[in-house]
């Protein structure tokens, strides 16, 4: 049987980037945010979420009123272990303590 050729997606229609979509995003809102939370917000994939925060924190001390990207560290839901030191924005696959894959997710926030 042969199939129909598919169309391609039209992408959804923007007044402003993603980046100050994002921005706005944490004026808008007053607690820290997940990448899932922004992606479902902004209806992209959570791996561009992760790009585009990687982004936003490089950018966000030059000239934007001096605020900072803070990110809370994400914790093992089975051991409690804290990734402080990481320095990547994604969530971490396994605990280096008692290697569980059960881990929350680092929260985002604007400060």
């Known amino acids: 049987m042969k199939q129909k050729p598919r169309k391609p997606p039209v992408p959804a229609e923007r007044y402003e980037t993603i980046r100050q979509g994002i921005v706005s995003l ?3 809102r007053t607690g820290p945010l997940t990448a899932r939370d922004i992606s479902v917000t902004i209806r992209i994939s959570e791996k ?8 936003i924190r490089r950018s966000m001390g030059k000239g934007n009123k001096g605020r900072v990207l803070s990110v809370t560290p994400a914790t093992c ?3 409690g272990f ?5 320095e990547r924005l994604t969530k971490p696959g396994k605990c280096p303590v008692c290697n ?3 881990i929350e ?3 985002f926030s604007l400060v």
């Open 26 to 28: 944490f004026e808008e």
């Open 48 to 55: 561009d979420v992760y790009f585009h925060l990687a982004h």
């Open 77 to 79: 839901k089975k051991c």
């Open 82 to 86: 804290e990734f402080k030191k990481r």
């Open 100 to 102: 569980g894959e059960s």
């Open 105 to 107: 997710q680092p929260l």
